[in-house]
């Protein structure tokens, strides 16, 4: 199980994009996210008409390390720290370490 997954809100916590906010949109490894808005790269693309493909300079999400980012809490609206607990009935969920509210229930 991890800490973050793909549609979570989260929040640059540090370097250039700091502060921005969006969804997760994949993570390609174990430890990057590309998130929506955030560490965008412009991209040379040249045209390939088989494809339907225009060419020009196009704007790319690039992956983020997974440390860079924290995941916001709706009670606050800011980033927290999240850490995993077993309930009652043997399920294992993820929490919100500032108020331990339960995040998957």
Not at 81 to 93: E, I, N, Q
């Amino acid at each position: 199980m991890r800490k973050i997954k793909r549609g979570d809100q989260v929040v640059v916590i540090t370097g250039k994009d700091k502060g921005k906010r969006g969804p997760v949109l994949g993570i390609p490894s174990d430890e990057k996210l590309v998130i929506e808005g955030v560490n965008i790269a412009r991209k040379h693309q040249k045209p390939n008409p088989m494809k339907g493909i225009s060419g020009g300079i196009v704007e790319k999400a690039m992956p983020i390390h997974i440390s860079n980012v924290a995941l916001v809490n709706p009670a606050t609206n800011q980033g927290d720290k999240v850490g995993f607990k077993l309930l009652a009935d043997g399920r294992k969920v993820r929490f919100f370490k500032s108020n331990n509210e339960v995040i998957d229930a």
